[in-house]
Nanobody, 124 residues
Framework: QVQLVESGGGLVQAGGSLRLSCTASGRIIDSYAVGWFRQAPGKEREFVAAMSRGGGSTYYPDSVKGRFTIPFDNAKNTVYLQMNSLKPEDTAGYYC?????????????????WGQGTQVTVSS
């Protein structure tokens, strides 16, 4: 069973950038679709980015399109979330999920494995 570990969160000013990492204990790019989600206190987990198994397709909601991307490094078993032009409303805990399917899902309920999360705080 693959284990996922997120890292790279922190405090950043509005307009700044952060790159989050999701590192797997085994091969993930060729085996799983990977999604990034975020959750603020009192809110539901929200989809922010995903890539299909193999990385051939990526998906973003309108709220982050043009600001976030989901690059990956197959040799490092790592999927990243590159976040640019950050806004205070991007403040949340960020989680990566692995799904044993080729296609992605915007529903967190359809992901099989999760990391522990990393906190991102954007100050105004």
């Amino acid at each position: 069973q693959v284990q996922l570990v997120e890292s790279g969160g922190g405090l950043v000013q509005a307009g700044g950038s952060l790159r989050l990492s999701c590192t797997a204990s085994g091969r993930i790019i060729d085996s799983y679709a990977v999604g990034w989600f975020r959750q603020a206190p009192g809110k539901e987990r929200e989809f922010v980015a995903a890539m299909s198994r193999g990385g051939g397709s990526t998906y973003y909601p309108d709220s982050v399109k043009g600001r976030f991307t989901i690059p990956f490094d197959n040799a490092k078993n790592t999927v990243y979330l590159q976040m640019n032009s950050l806004k205070p409303e991007d403040t949340a805990g960020y989680y990566c999920g692995g799904r044993r399917r080729t296609g992605v899902s915007v529903s967190p309920d359809l992901y099989d494995h999760w990391g522990q999360g990393t906190q991102v705080t954007v100050s105004s």
